[in-house]
């Protein structure tokens, strides 16, 4: 039986005040969309209160329907904005910013996924901020390795982030039919070949029906093709028309993921019932790993967490 009621380690701040208000107003006026306001995150009252986002680029239609994800999903029939790259590279270099992280919904109905779109945006990046760290947080282009390579060789991400989301037997009861953990970790082992010295990096929720023993072994199959960095953190049911929450994973729990992922070889795990694939944590130890240090703090679960300005 799916259980609904939130423990006491899962109550959040409701989204509110002059940041996040000015956050918001910043992103309507160019156009720009966030995955922390399309899926819901819980954490966005906590990160854009501090002046923390993540873009979401090529619209906010999603081609896929994953059972999780409250993302709208349709036919966006190949539309998309050319002026995007620029709208965001001119935003994210008004802001100062050092580090950001650049997500996108799956475009099935784009020849290339979108991956030249995607490429032009973290070159457009690059060009108005020569300096800055780039994640970026991709799907799996239907797993044509070629669009990968558009990514990776054009976009010249610094962390090339692809999440499996679930384990291996969840995997068509959670994601859309299209998808497959086959798939998403060619995807991680190929970015991860056409350049070694590139971080990776992945996502799985818990709390789905999964065991203890099939998260370890899907933070294995991650390992096994050389994923650098892992977060995990609890489902949380976007709308009653998603997928039911069958367990509240309780933070003791995280806690011996984490330690069993750096057992495993993982460079860093962030785990924790609030842990998103765009964490500020794991965003603080790329920063220190790719040589860009910042301001971190430690909160009473003894996770740091990186103060960072606004990112769009």
């Excluded at 282009?141 to 499996?164: C, I, K, M, S, W």
């Excluded at 798939?183 to 991680?188: D, E, F, H, T």
């Excluded at 509240?248 to 011996?256: I, L, Q, R």
Aim: charged share 25%.
């Amino acid at each position: 039986m799916a259980h609904e009621r939130k423990p006491e380690w899962l109550k959040v701040r409701a989204p509110g005040g002059e940041r996040y208000v000015h956050i918001k107003e910043t992103l309507r006026k160019y156009d720009l969309h966030t995955v922390c306001e399309e899926a819901h995150c819980p954490n966005v009252g906590e990160c854009w209160g501090e002046g923390t986002a993540t873009i979401m680029i090529l619209g906010d239609t999603c081609t896929r329907g994953c059972r999780f994800c409250a993302v709208t999903t349709g036919n966006p029939r190949g539309a998309y904005d050319p002026r995007e790259p620029e709208h965001t590279a001119r935003t994210i270099a008004a802001m100062g910013l050092d580090y950001v992280v650049i997500t996108m919904v799956d475009r099935d109905d784009m020849i290339d996924g979108g991956a030249a779109h995607t490429a032009e945006t973290l070159r457009a990046i690059r060009r108005a901020s020569p300096k800055i760290l780039i994640e970026a947080l991709v799907g799996d282009y239907q797993g044509a390795l070629g669009d990968v390579e558009t990514v990776v060789n054009e976009g010249r991400p610094d962390v090339f982030a692809h999440n499996v989301e679930t384990v291996e037997r969840l995997q068509r009861s959670v994601r859309d039919a299209r998808c497959s953990i086959e798939r998403s970790l060619a995807v991680l082992e190929h970015a991860k070949r056409v350049r070694p010295t590139m971080y990776t990096k992945s996502s799985i929720m818990v709390g789905l029906g999964e065991t203890h023993d099939e998260v370890l072994a899907c933070m294995r199959q991650l390992r096994a093709v050389d994923v650098d960095v892992l977060t995990l953190g609890q489902y949380l049911r976007p709308t009653p028309k998603h997928l039911a929450v069958e367990r509240f994973v309780t933070p003791e729990e995280f806690a011996e993921y984490r330690a069993e992922g750096e057992a495993m070889g993982f460079r860093y795990v962030a785990s924790g019932p609030l842990v998103r694939s765009s964490y500020k944590a794991a965003e603080a130890f790329l920063r220190g790993a790719l040589g860009r240090t910042s301001p971190t703090t430690t909160s009473d679960d003894g996770v740091k967490r990186l103060h960072l300005p606004v990112v769009l």
